[in-house]
């Protein structure tokens, strides 16, 4: 069984930065994609950056050139490192591991940009 477990959210002023991380257990991170997403209220989950086993990476269109993924093999973790914060950037962000056909998601981070 596979857990993951967020942490670094925070309150930040817009224009701020902040750093997400999420540490794996088991061993088979390495092999896994890893993936960043959100959820604001009262809208849907989307996406924020994905990080493959091969560390291909994609970015939702709303965070590009200001978020950044990276991981790490030796760590078991995954970051994310989000800098020019605004407003609509506030939401309970999720790490996800996924391989093969299974998936697993960790708590999530409260993140809130706010003045």
């Known amino acids: 069984q596979v857990q993951l477990v967020e942490s670094g959210g925070g309150l930040v002023q817009p224009g701020g930065s902040l750093r997400l991380s999420c540490r794996a257990s088991g061993s088979i991170f390495s092999s896994s994609a890893m993936s960043w997403y959100r959820r604001a209220p009262g809208k849907e989950r989307e996406l924020v950056a994905r990080i493959g086993s091969r560390y291909n990476i994609i970015y939702g269109n709303s965070v590009k050139g200001r978020f950044t993924i990276s991981r790490d093999n030796v760590k078991n973790e995954v970051y994310l490192q989000m800098n020019n914060l605004k407003p609509e950037d506030t939401a309970v962000y999720y790490c996800?591991?996924?391989?093969?056909?299974?998936?697993?998601w960790g708590q999530g981070t409260q993140v809130t940009v706010s003045s």
């Open positions: 996800r591991l996924g391989i093969d056909y299974q998936e697993y």
